[in-house]
């Protein structure tokens, strides 16, 4: 398609999205009803981006040996827009995810910058539980989480080889619910495709899997 046709496409969409927010904002409706529509705006945003020649951009390192964090299939993240959930594999660059100012301790937008798909042949399976549900979590083993500390405020990232029973993982919606609670770490022999999300820089670099806030790169 005609990159000018595209642009055109992109802009209506972009009036479209603008709309579609004052409407769920200033109007009753069904929740199930303004997250379809957020869905729909979203998809549109990822055709246009794809017909501008904007694809994913996959980098391929076996084993993971470079010390990048990355997730399974299937993890989900918490996108910017009306609280939508996409899983790992579906994100593209220049996709908004909700990330944390850590000096203001509050929620910010984190822009993907690139999107990598590793190989690897052992990943750490971490059991969390809140409130008496559990999640499981499947993820390489230097991908880094936010463990909190017991006795103050704050929090270190920390690998998740090594992260121990009983550590509190912080939680996007803690105030409401509170924080995860590591309650297993296995180490798994497994080969398998990770993914993994490298932000822009200029923010905290940081993202929320499953609620839980991690962190790609050393800190």
């Given at each position: 398609m005609d990159k000018s046709v595209a642009a055109w496409f992109r802009g209506q969409v972009d009036l479209l999205g603008h709309n579609l927010k004052r409407l769920t904002k200033y109007t009753s409706i069904p929740k199930g009803a303004s997250e379809a529509l957020m869905d729909a705006v979203y998809q549109c945003n990822r055709?246009?981006?794809?017909?501008?020649?904007?694809?994913?951009?996959?980098?391929?390192?076996?084993?993971?040996?470079?010390?990048?964090?990355?997730?399974?299939?299937?993890?989900?993240?918490?996108?910017?827009?009306?609280?939508?959930?996409?899983?790992?594999?579906s994100i593209i660059p220049g996709d908004e995810v909700q990330g944390w100012d850590m000096k203001k301790n509050s929620g910010q937008v984190s822009v993907v910058k690139r999107v990598i798909l590793s190989k690897?042949?052992?990943?750490?399976?971490i059991k969390l539980l809140l409130n008496g549900i559990t999640t499981k979590i499947e993820c390489t083993p230097k991908q880094r989480f936010l463990k909190l500390y017991k006795n103050k405020s704050g929090g270190l990232f920390t690998e998740a080889q090594h992260l121990r029973k009983d550590n509190l993982l912080f939680h996007?919606?803690?105030?409401?619910?509170?924080?995860?609670?590591?309650?297993?770490?296995?180490?798994?022999e497994k080969d398998a495709v990770?993914?993994?999300?490298?932000?822009?820089?200029?923010?905290?670099?940081?993202?929320?899997?499953?609620?839980?806030?991690?962190?790609?790169?050393?800190?």
């Open positions: 055709a246009s981006a794809i017909m501008q020649g904007e694809e994913k951009k996959e980098e391929v390192v076996l084993h993971n040996d470079d010390g990048f964090g990355c997730f399974t299939a299937g993890h989900r993240i918490q996108m910017v827009w009306a609280g939508l959930l996409r899983p790992i594999q690897t042949n052992k990943v750490y399976e996007r919606c803690n105030t409401e619910y509170g924080n995860y609670t590591v309650d297993s770490i296995t180490k798994k990770v993914y993994g999300l490298e932000m822009e820089v200029g923010n905290n670099r940081n993202f929320f899997v499953e609620d839980i806030l991690v962190h790609n790169l050393k800190v």
